[in-house]
């Protein structure tokens, strides 16, 4: 028998990886919301998140502000962006447009989204547009390949959607697999859970993927549940029940105090089952606040590694008149 190598003595093999904590954010669309949104970034900024990601909407609808808050974000922070992007509606000549100012300008983190479809049918597919979320994946990997030497031979780390409970427009949820599946074999590196209500829906994924031969990560998506309207509005999106006994809590709660204690900590619950359930990280939906996510992550003392306090200062912002397509 051969003796044991460097790799599978040295102590530092066994040491298990922080997890990881990040934060979703959406461009804001007034004034006012940017100055909100800001301070929430300052504060968010302070409990050193691995990533925050932002989102795009389908279409491009708020590809401006995207662009403007991933600026902002790579030349006033020291944070590391995740920009949302979807296919629907879009030409694979605009993606890999768009996919190439990203890269050029410093974004390392793409999240691969179709994106929604609009409920009134009003968008149309122009000739050579991109249908899936995995065509997304090739095409960013395609444009990674032609510009190894930009990224030093590097990888674009490449995120895309995972669902707990399942997808409105799928057959079943052995078709979430199956799609989830094809994605990694894409080239996909890691997954974000949809919003999930129940404590052992992320632990079923995760089950029914590795089964399947998914290996990537799968971060669970966590909303802090103290709004009943949001709560209602995102069970109407999903498809998915919220819990009866938090919906009543939260009901029947005396005043905003209350609710806000009733649903961060029903957020906690659900968080800590996903972590005892092996997830790897935690990916907080924030709406752009940040009290009910500070809370959330006080209750669950995460252990954050120190990060530099320098904020990374860039020569060419991106390009907006680029992303316009």
């Not at 669309?29 to 990533?51: F, M, Q, V």
């Not at 989102?55 to 590391?80: C, H, I, P, Q």
């Not at 895309?160 to 989830?180: G, M, N, R, T």
Request: overall charge negative.
């Amino acid at each position: 028998m051969s003796p044991p190598n460097l790799i599978q003595t040295h102590p530092l093999h066994t040491v298990s990886a922080p997890v990881a904590l990040s934060y979703e954010l959406f461009p804001p669309r007034t004034p006012a919301a940017s100055d909100s949104l800001w301070k929430t970034i300052k504060e968010l900024e302070a409990t050193n998140p691995d990533y925050v990601s932002v989102t795009y909407g389908a279409s491009g609808t708020n590809r401006d502000t995207a662009v403007e808050l991933l600026n902002r974000l790579l030349n006033e922070t020291t944070l590391r962006p995740l920009a949302h992007l979807t296919c629907v509606g879009n030409t694979a000549e605009e993606l890999a447009e768009i996919v190439t100012d990203l890269l050029e300008n410093g974004v390392r983190g793409i999240l691969a989204l179709r994106g929604d479809h609009p409920r009134d049918g009003s968008l149309e597919h122009p000739p050579g547009s991109l249908h899936h979320a995995q065509d997304l994946i090739e095409l960013i990997r395609g444009v990674e390949q032609r510009r190894t030497a930009l990224l030093c031979a590097g990888r674009v780390a490449i995120g895309v959607a995972a669902y707990p409970a399942k997808h409105p427009e799928s057959p079943s949820q052995e078709h979430d697999i199956e799609v989830l599946l094809a994605k990694q074999r894409s080239g996909a590196d890691f997954a974000i859970t949809q919003v999930f209500f129940h404590a052992g829906q992320y632990a079923d994924l995760v089950r029914r993927a590795r089964r399947a031969g998914v290996t990537i990560p799968i971060i669970p998506g966590v909303m802090p549940l103290t709004s009943l309207r949001r709560l209602q509005r995102l069970g109407d999106l999903t498809g998915v029940e919220p819990v009866p006994e938090l919906v009543r809590a939260l009901a029947s709660a005396d005043d905003d105090g209350e609710r806000r204690r009733i649903g961060v900590q029903a957020t906690v619950d659900l968080a800590r089952a996903a972590l005892d359930a092996g997830a790897p990280g935690i990916h907080l939906y924030t709406f752009n606040e940040h009290g009910a996510a500070l809370e959330v992550l006080d209750k669950l003392q995460l252990l954050r590694p120190d990060r530099p306090t320098f904020a990374r200062r860039r020569a060419t912002p991106l390009s907006a008149s680029v992303l316009a397509g």
